[in-house]
């Protein structure tokens, strides 16, 4: 964390890509943040038109853009897209070692801080050798 400073900075997955909407998503992202109302704001995509995701959701989103964790047994219509604008404050009081970002983005949203934009375009999860398949025609479909 001290490399990083005190600055807002991107978080983005290996395991994700995306084709843009007409304007590109990270400029969106960048332009919708809020340092004095959040502390992390997560892109996000619809679970309907995601290829190579076909699980229950992360994510309920409020008019606002605050975000709202999908509790167990219930079905959100959004899943994180692994990009984000991450506060270093949120990193505060984390434990020694790897740990899920989860726990930072749960703690965000308990105290109001967690937002999340919804994703132009395409969102293709690759985290495995299926979804690879499926970002690859969705790929060359979107270039035809």
């Known amino acids: 964390m001290p490399l ?4 807002p900075f991107f ?15 990270l400029e969106r ?27 229950p959701g992360d994510y309920a989103m409020a008019a606002d853009g605050r975000l709202r964790p999908r509790p167990e047994r ?7 897209a692994g990009v984000a604008i991450l ?4 990193f505060s009081s984390t434990p020694e070692g790897a740990f899920p ?9 308990e105290t109001g801080r967690l937002y999340g934009l919804r994703l132009e375009g395409v969102w293709m999860h690759v985290g495995t050798p299926e979804a690879i398949a499926a970002a690859e025609a969705a790929i060359l479909a979107s270039a035809a």
């Open 29 to 55: 992202l960048a332009g919708a943040y809020d340092p004095a109302a959040m502390d992390a704001l997560l892109l996000l995509a619809p679970t309907a038109t995601s290829v190579g995701y076909g699980g």
């Open 11 to 25: 978080h983005i997955n290996s395991d994700t890509i995306w084709i843009d909407g007409v304007k590109p998503n």
């Open 74 to 80: 219930e079905v959100v219509p959004f899943v994180y």
């Open 87 to 90: 506060n270093p404050t949120l």
């Open 101 to 109: 970002l989860t726990k930072l983005f749960n703690r965000a949203a």
């Open 4 to 7: 990083l400073g005190d600055q």
